[in-house]
């Protein structure tokens, strides 16, 4: 089946930094979604790609959708103590008339003052 | 705004017995999709609805069913729990032919003991 893998695993950064992670797939994907969780609740929605080579912002976060379909990343710049928490990576793969989410890794980020 | 709402949010059933989770969408979405969590995991796909007909299945057990009523509202029936149930079940909705952003609730921690 479809796999996600996120890089890094977590990270501990100071604050004021800025932060990368990306996710890579074996397979294309129709959609990239970047969601971050905390502890016990469900992903927030972040951020939604929809086009190959596609860069989205919302506030400090930058997003970008792979020209191959195959890979996404998100930056977070000048990162503070609310952005620690889970980010995953989620890619759809439409099929039918619904579509269901494949979720990467994760990566754990933890920020320090 | 208004937010997926799910029930319970804490659960503890023992082994064997029967657990209902319920879910309702955002107001005016029609999707409604239910995942699972184990800790340390990604969420997992269990099995969508629209418009109150199956539309994709993931790994869901056979001891699990779900549905979704004429309100939109989806309930997921899970019976002869095992321990390895334990887990994080989130309900996500979205609104199909205008946006595939999944949403999720809350979760519903599910303990089985």
């Known amino acids: 089946g479809q796999q996600l893998n996120q890089s890094p695993q977590s990270m501990f950064i100071q604050e004021g930094e800025d932060v990368s992670m990306n996710c890579t797939s074996s397979?294309?994907?129709?959609?990239w979604l970047w969601y971050k969780q905390d502890p016990g609740e469900g992903p927030v929605l972040l951020i939604a790609l929809y086009k190959a080579g596609e860069l989205t912002s919302n506030g400090r976060l930058t997003a970008q959708f792979g020209i191959t379909r195959k890979d996404s990343f998100l930056n977070i710049s000048a990162s503070i103590p609310s952005d620690v928490g889970i980010y995953f990576c989620?890619?759809?793969?439409?099929?039918?008339?619904?579509?269901?989410?494949?979720f990467g890794t994760g990566t754990r980020l933890q920020v320090t003052l | 705004a208004a937010g997926v709402i799910q029930s319970p949010r804490h659960l503890i059933k023992e082994k064997r017995e029967t657990a209902t989770l319920k879910c309702y969408p955002i107001?005016?979405?029609?999707?409604v999709y239910w995942y699972q969590q184990g800790p340390g995991q990604d969420p997992q796909f269990l099995i969508s609805f629209y418009e109150k007909m199956q539309s994709d299945k993931g790994s869901i057990p056979d001891r699990f069913s779900a549905q979704q009523f004429s309100d939109y509202h989806s309930e997921l029936n899970m019976s002869s729990l095992e321990l390895g149930d334990s887990a994080l079940y989130f309900c996500?909705?979205?609104?199909?032919?205008?946006?595939?952003?999944?949403?999720f609730g809350p979760g519903t921690r599910l303990t089985v003991t």
């Open positions: 996500a909705s979205s609104l199909q032919g205008n946006s595939y952003e999944q949403y």
């Open positions: 107001p005016r979405h029609d999707t």
């Open positions: 989620a890619g759809r793969d439409f099929t039918g008339t619904a579509s269901k989410l494949t």
């Open positions: 397979s294309i994907f129709n959609t």
